[in-house]
T-cell receptor, first 115, second 111 residues
């Protein structure tokens, strides 16, 4: 019953440090997404993936990289963190086809502060 | 003009009130319409979804889509303090992998 699991839940970085956020889903979904949520800005799509080994840019991709080496995992990397990347990050997944293919299921989020 | 517009509120109502939450959109290609609920410090969770126009009811919640006016609504009857959350509308055109979200409306139901 895990659904979408994000690790870590909280993290504090110094400017210039790097880190990787991990998203894992156990629903065998083809599509996976990374969003950031900031006050007044809503959910903004960073990168997404339509299948293992494929990734695509979303609305705000700069400063982030992603990888999808396994179908169930989607990694978000920050190579050199900046204070502007302080945010809450959400991962989501959805099916490719079927009656409810457009429904995205979200993880609990990762709260990141960059000092 | 943004693709999806949603009044951020905040909206504060007494317990038992009828709540109306709304979104307008500009892309006539949108076919799938959803409402997500997000409790404080949690991830969004799907509340209701509809395809194309019409109404859908689930307990105290009713979702309406008016494609001619490019307007969707979520009604909450007999609102409860447990309904206090941020409500996000989301929509997408057929054939797209991506959802377009509204910025969310923060609702507080006071006991």
């Amino acid at each position: 019953n895990a659904g979408v699991t994000q690790t870590p839940k909280f993290r504090v970085l110094k400017t210039g440090q790097s880190m990787t956020l991990l998203c894992a889903q156990d629903m065998n979904h083809e599509y996976m997404y990374w969003y950031r949520q900031d006050p007044g800005m809503g959910l903004r799509l960073i990168h997404y993936s339509v299948g293992e080994g494929t990734t695509a840019k979303g609305e705000v991709p700069d400063g982030y990289n992603v990888s999808r080496l396994k179908k169930q995992n989607f990694l978000l990397g920050l190579e050199s963190a900046a204070p502007s990347q302080t945010s809450v990050y959400f991962c989501a997944s959805s099916r490719k086809s079927g009656g409810s293919a457009y429904i995205q299921y979200f993880g609990a989020g990762t709260r990141l502060s960059v000092l | 003009q943004k693709e999806v517009e949603q009044d951020p509120g905040p909206l504060s109502v007494p317990e038992g009130a009828i709540v109306s939450l709304n979104c307008t959109y500009s892309n006539s290609a949108f076919q799938y319409f959803m409402w997500y609920r997000q409790y404080s410090r949690k991830g969004p969770e799907l509340l209701m979804y509809t395809y194309s126009s019409g109404n859908k009811e689930d307990g105290r919640f009713t979702a309406q889509v008016d494609k001619s006016s490019k307007y969707i609504s979520l009604f909450i009857r007999d609102s409860q303090p447990s309904d206090s959350a941020t409500y996000l509308c989301a929509m997408k055109p057929g054939g797209s992998e991506k959802l377009v979200f509204g910025k969310g409306t923060k609702l507080t139901v006071n006991p």
